[in-house]
């Protein structure tokens, strides 16, 4: 590990003084923008600009994110721009203008500052998907969140292929738990559950360690039913899969050994009920590996995203993505960040606390984690000090290993 840190880069701010830190500059444009937002007009034309304006600045920002420039000035210059670009909308398509511009022959790229002839197909797009059904924030009732949350998942996953389920989870799982200490010889012989399996990829890692039994728990109908079909195609034992909510699971008190919850709960309206609903599942002196989104500039970035796009139908922006001909992982990304109805923030003491509210006897916080070429996660930016991580990501996501 020594070796590593010692070739790390080094986040030494370059000498730049605090000021240049400062976020409450791009607070007050992140409140700008929401609001220039919610002056639009409502018509078609407005819904397809506010589309491609927020894919252009996701794109943008994960550039700036991804580089070790300071990303206060460059975040700052994206929003003036974005927001003089609300301001061109608000002026030149009006509802009066959107009906006197669509008898003339429909927008023009060129008169909405948008190099891309692609635009045209976008408003004409919009002009035909219709608005009610739509997965987003905006939609999300807290009756109905944990629903909406399965269908939209229960249609990622199952695209997956065959290779990608039974070989890409197993190395990532190892190498995750590895690098974080936990002696992956404890898992073998035990009783495991995986709650809220999603596509059963990492439930069947977890199967690929050893144990004795493992389920996989998921609200998504479509999930269950896929993961099922793969495993009994292949001949699989001791792995098995059931529709069911996290919050009311069907298993007796103190069944399993270990629970994996990676992902899950930052996704659903209380946290604190899931985390309690585990402990209950539990056996004492047995594990609980969860995963929650933490506290960052990125993640506040990403809320003014959905904020602004929360009338946008996500068919329209798929239409998009896939008109560019980017791969579909950038159409997982965009549905799983910006539509998916809940994404919940918690600082590391705040979860630390309901830990200890609900009972459990311990936990310890693991940053570590899998890097690839071009591709590293925040906690291990916050590791390895990477420049500009703690203003980029703060503490980082939460990785906990707990104890009942």
């Given at each position: 590990m020594s070796e590593i840190?010692?070739?790390?880069?080094?986040?030494?701010?370059?000498?730049?003084?605090?000021?240049?830190?400062?976020?409450?500059?791009?607070?007050?444009?992140?409140?700008?923008?929401?609001?220039?937002?919610?002056?639009?007009?409502?018509?078609?034309?407005?819904?397809?600009?506010?589309?491609?304006?927020?894919?252009?600045?996701?794109?943008?920002?994960e550039e700036i994110v991804d580089s070790d420039e300071n990303p206060v000035p460059l975040i700052l210059e994206e929003l003036r721009l974005l927001d003089y670009k609300f301001g061109r909308v608000k002026a030149l398509y009006s509802d009066d203008n959107y009906v006197r511009f669509m008898k003339r022959g429909g927008f023009k790229p060129e008169k909405m500052h948008i190099a891309s002839e692609d635009f045209q197909n976008l408003v004409d797009t919009a002009s035909y998907i219709h608005r009610a059904p739509v997965v987003s924030k905006a939609s999300a009732k807290l009756e109905n969140v944990n629903e909406i949350s399965g269908e939209l998942y229960s249609n990622l996953w199952p695209l997956r292929s065959d290779e990608e389920f039974f070989e890409w989870g197993t190395p990532f799982l190892k190498e995750r738990l590895d690098l974080n200490g936990i002696d992956l010889e404890w898992f073998k012989g035990k009783k495991c559950l995986d709650a809220g399996c999603g596509g059963g990829r990492t439930t069947l890692a977890i199967r690929n360690l050893g144990v004795r039994e493992v389920v996989g728990l998921d609200i998504g109908e479509g999930n269950i039913r896929d993961a099922t079909e793969r495993v009994t195609r292949a001949g699989l034992t001791n792995i098995s899969f059931t529709h069911n909510s996290i919050f009311e699971m069907p298993f007796e008190d103190n069944s399993f050994d270990f629970v994996m919850c990676q992902g899950v709960l930052h996704h659903t309206p209380d946290t604190a009920a899931g985390l309690k609903e585990i402990?209950?599942?539990?056996?004492?002196?047995?594990?609980?590996?969860?995963?929650?989104?933490?506290?960052?500039?990125?993640?506040?970035?990403?809320?003014?995203?959905?904020?602004?796009?929360?009338d946008v139908p996500l068919a329209l922006a798929a239409n998009y993505i896939f008109n560019m001909g980017w791969a579909f992982e950038r159409y997982l990304y965009w549905q799983t960040t910006f539509f998916v109805p809940i994404r919940t923030y918690l600082e590391s003491g705040e979860l630390e606390d309901i830990f200890k509210d609900i009972g459990y006897s311990s936990w310890d916080r693991h940053l570590r984690d899998i890097q690839r070429e071009h591709w590293i996660t925040y906690c291990e930016a916050v590791y390895r000090k990477y420049p500009y991580a703690d203003v980029k990501y703060g503490e980082g996501d939460l990785r906990y290993w707990v104890t009942k």
């Amino acid at each position: 590990m020594s070796e590593i840190i010692e070739n790390d880069k080094n986040n030494s701010n370059n000498g730049e003084p605090p000021e240049g830190r400062d976020l409450t500059a791009v607070n007050l444009y992140m409140d700008k923008i929401r609001t220039a937002a919610k002056e639009l007009p409502d018509n078609q034309g407005v819904t397809a600009a506010k589309a491609f304006y927020m894919l252009e600045f996701s794109l943008r920002l994960e550039e700036i994110v991804d580089s070790d420039e300071n990303p206060v000035p460059l975040i700052l210059e994206e929003l003036r721009l974005l927001d003089y670009k609300f301001g061109r909308v608000k002026a030149l398509y009006s509802d009066d203008n959107y009906v006197r511009f669509m008898k003339r022959g429909g927008f023009k790229p060129e008169k909405m500052h948008i190099a891309s002839e692609d635009f045209q197909n976008l408003v004409d797009t919009a002009s035909y998907i219709h608005r009610a059904p739509v997965v987003s924030k905006a939609s999300a009732k807290l009756e109905n969140v944990n629903e909406i949350s399965g269908e939209l998942y229960s249609n990622l996953w199952p695209l997956r292929s065959d290779e990608e389920f039974f070989e890409w989870g197993t190395p990532f799982l190892k190498e995750r738990l590895d690098l974080n200490g936990i002696d992956l010889e404890w898992f073998k012989g035990k009783k495991c559950l995986d709650a809220g399996c999603g596509g059963g990829r990492t439930t069947l890692a977890i199967r690929n360690l050893g144990v004795r039994e493992v389920v996989g728990l998921d609200i998504g109908e479509g999930n269950i039913r896929d993961a099922t079909e793969r495993v009994t195609r292949a001949g699989l034992t001791n792995i098995s899969f059931t529709h069911n909510s996290i919050f009311e699971m069907p298993f007796e008190d103190n069944s399993f050994d270990f629970v994996m919850c990676q992902g899950v709960l930052h996704h659903t309206p209380d946290t604190a009920a899931g985390l309690k609903e585990i402990f209950r599942v539990l056996k004492p002196g047995g594990h609980l590996w969860v995963y929650l989104y933490g506290h960052m500039l990125y993640y506040d970035l990403i809320e003014m995203i959905r904020d602004v796009v929360a009338d946008v139908p996500l068919a329209l922006a798929a239409n998009y993505i896939f008109n560019m001909g980017w791969a579909f992982e950038r159409y997982l990304y965009w549905q799983t960040t910006f539509f998916v109805p809940i994404r919940t923030y918690l600082e590391s003491g705040e979860l630390e606390d309901i830990f200890k509210d609900i009972g459990y006897s311990s936990w310890d916080r693991h940053l570590r984690d899998i890097q690839r070429e071009h591709w590293i996660t925040y906690c291990e930016a916050v590791y390895r000090k990477y420049p500009y991580a703690d203003v980029k990501y703060g503490e980082g996501d939460l990785r906990y290993w707990v104890t009942k």
